[in-house]
């Protein structure tokens, strides 16, 4: 693991990484120098070095790091890219550069550019794998912008009918928390949590064309199947029945959640809500 990075522990099975108080980003040495052994024009190296930076740009956009860890990334690196005497310069003779810049060839460069591509790729994959990244659920939930306490406080503005003594809500709230901690050890709520994130994300890019949930269309309802899914894993179909309530209500932090996501955590929040009352009788 990164040297800025820490894994902090918060149960057996639960950790989520924390870039370290005294350090402003991770290490992450992409500093490159590609030689072309080729023969280009200025304005062919000028059009591969732009492509060398969007791979690197989409490469990272498409891994969709959690935001807390993409936003910490040191991109202090620089890119060198030389070939082969340019094309139309002359060594110990001056020369304007927009000249140079707009001489062109009958050179196919696209070779060359795929094969930009694909070192930009393998090196951008070497880097973080020397890196030995790893997130965990928790990341991206962090990533969400929610943390635990918050869906604790959701959880509770719905609690009714208890004794409502600093001292009690205290224990609920510990309680609360530990379960929701343990819901998150599943491998079914973890893939279901995560199925929403990533839906979520592609339908606000527009990557899928037939799908614009910009005003949480009525008609779209495999969030609410997911909230359900992930309540009744918790604690049986008794907790679909108050799934319904934290979804129309949206407590505390759901109400400022995307279309997709505030129902996966209306799930959990009320699969969580409905165990730990459970063990109580």
Do not use: W
């Not at 929610?146 to 003594?165: N, Q, R, S, Y």
């Not at 890019?205 to 899914?229: C, F, T, W």
Request: charge should be negative; proline fraction near 2%.
């Amino acid at each position: 693991m990164n040297n800025n990075l820490n894994l902090i522990k918060l149960t057996d099975y639960l950790k989520i990484a924390k870039v370290k108080r005294d350090s402003n980003s991770l290490e992450l040495n992409l500093n490159q120098i590609i030689y072309i052994d080729e023969s280009l024009t200025m304005r062919e190296l000028i059009r591969l070095y732009k492509i060398a930076i969007e791979t690197k740009i989409k490469y990272f956009d498409y891994l969709r790091l959690p935001e807390h860890i993409h936003d910490a990334l040191n991109n202090n690196e620089s890119i060198i890219l030389a070939c082969k005497s340019p094309i139309g310069f002359d060594e110990g003779k001056e020369q304007k550069l927009m000249e140079l810049i707009n001489l062109h060839s009958n050179k196919n460069i696209e070779t060359i550019e795929k094969e930009i591509v694909r070192t930009m790729v393998k090196s951008c994959s070497k880097s973080l794998a020397n890196m030995e990244l790893s997130f965990g659920i928790l990341d991206y939930i962090l990533a969400e912008g929610i943390t635990i306490d918050l869906l604790v406080d959701a959880g509770m503005e719905l609690c009714v009918g208890i004794d409502e003594t600093p001292e009690k809500i205290k224990e609920l709230k510990l309680r609360l928390k530990n379960q929701i901690l343990k819901a998150l050890e599943d491998i079914n709520v973890i893939a279901l949590l995560m199925s929403a994130i990533r839906c979520e994300e592609d339908f606000k890019a527009n990557r899928v064309r037939e799908v614009d949930v910009s005003d949480d269309p009525a008609y779209l309802y495999s969030d609410e199947v997911l909230g359900i899914a992930i309540s009744n894993q918790i604690a049986g179909t008794k907790a679909t029945f108050n799934f319904k309530r934290y979804d129309e209500k949206k407590p505390g932090i759901l109400s400022k959640l995307g279309p997709m996501v505030d129902d996966i955590f209306a799930g959990l929040i009320a699969g969580c809500m409905s165990k730990m009352f459970e063990e109580d009788y």
